[in-house]
């Protein structure tokens, strides 16, 4: 695994599910055709001693195409900067 340093969040992005805006779903073939990349969940699995945002376990949000990809163990994870973040996401 590994273990980011400094600012840097490593994720894990969550599976891809259709964007529900309010009522509304969204279809995926939409997301991906709009100018700018889509908004997608993932859980932070690892931080660096200089994020103050987040911790392990934590649900964020942030853009399709932010970070480097990495793979481990049949597993993807995304290796990104803490300003990279959207925000937090909350369950209700």
Do not use: S
Request: hydrophobic fraction near 40%; aromatic fraction near 6%.
């Amino acid at each position: 695994m590994i273990q980011p340093i400094g600012n840097r969040v490593l994720v894990e992005k969550d599976p891809a599910k259709p964007l529900k805006v309010g009522a509304i779903l969204v279809p995926e073939c939409l997301e991906k055709t709009t100018r700018y990349a889509p908004t997608v969940l993932a859980t932070v699995v690892g931080v660096g001693a200089r994020v103050t945002a987040c911790k392990v376990g934590d649900r964020v949000a942030l853009k399709d195409y932010a970070g480097d990809h990495y793979h481990w163990d049949n597993r993807t994870f995304t290796l990104l900067r803490e300003q990279d973040l959207v925000g937090l996401a909350h369950e209700t």
